[in-house]
């Protein structure tokens, strides 16, 4: 195990890191301001997921396979715009059919979840996030190198999921006070929409840069 002076200095280094604005924040926000707070919380827990299934690949060394594989990394990241693309259609499709609601909007928290699985499975960063960050702070003196990074991995994972869960608190309460206006209201789902759709835009423009 970390020792504790470790193991505090790697808290308030992930506490940073988690309050620190970056395209996770704003699809959970998105998610919240659209569908409302549990929706956020569903979209941050499926995320937590997705990162805790990279903290286990990370522990195995699987996750090296995408800093050595351009192309697996580069494949994974156009593939998680395209899903940011076909979620943030599902915000502007509606305004086309005659007073039918959104399909997204209707979604239930579980199917929120397993969107959102998807859409951080797809961010190679994360991986390679873990396959960085992680090992700072592992101590060779310590007990195994793979008990090590299970530990910092959970602790960080469990962290961001309680940052990410406050974001989605806060942006659920801007969603319903937005929604009680009607002349906001119509804007949310749009909001929505197009956040995701700039998020895949900077997905893919990395991908090619």
């Known amino acids: 195990m970390p020792s504790l002076e470790i193991l505090a200095a790697f808290s308030v280094v992930c506490f940073l890191l988690s309050i620190t604005p970056g395209p996770?924040?704003?699809y959970i926000m998105a998610r919240s301001?659209?569908?409302?707070?549990s929706?956020?919380?569903?979209?941050?827990?499926?995320?937590?997921?997705?990162?805790f299934v990279y903290v286990i690949a990370t522990v195995l060394g699987l996750a090296a396979i995408f800093k050595y594989s351009p192309i697996a990394y580069t494949g994974l990241k156009i593939a998680g715009a395209v899903y940011l693309v076909f979620l943030g259609w599902q915000y502007f499709k509606p305004a086309e059919q005659s007073g039918s609601n959104p399909s997204l909007t209707k979604a239930t928290n579980?199917?929120?979840?397993?969107?959102?699985?998807?859409?951080?499975?797809?961010?190679?960063?994360?991986a390679l996030f873990f396959l960085a960050f992680l090992p700072?702070?592992?101590?060779?003196e310590g007990a195994q190198v793979s008990t090590q990074l299970l530990v910092l991995g959970v602790i960080y994972t469990l962290i961001t999921l309680c940052c990410d869960i406050s974001i989605a608190l806060l942006s659920g309460k801007l969603g319903n006070w937005l929604?009680?206006?009607?002349?906001?209201?119509?804007?949310?789902?749009?909001?929505?929409?197009?956040?995701?759709?700039?998020?895949?835009?900077?997905?893919?423009y990395e991908s090619i840069n």
């Open 179 to 204: 929604s009680q206006k009607n002349s906001h209201s119509q804007w949310q789902d749009k909001m929505a929409g197009s956040v995701m759709f700039i998020l895949a835009g900077v997905i893919g």
């Open 24 to 26: 996770s924040i704003l």
């Open 136 to 140: 700072q702070f592992v101590s060779n």
């Open 33 to 37: 301001i659209s569908q409302g707070p």
């Open 110 to 126: 579980f199917a929120i979840m397993k969107q959102s699985l998807v859409v951080e499975l797809t961010n190679p960063k994360t």
């Open 39 to 51: 929706s956020g919380v569903s979209a941050a827990s499926g995320m937590a997921i997705g990162s």
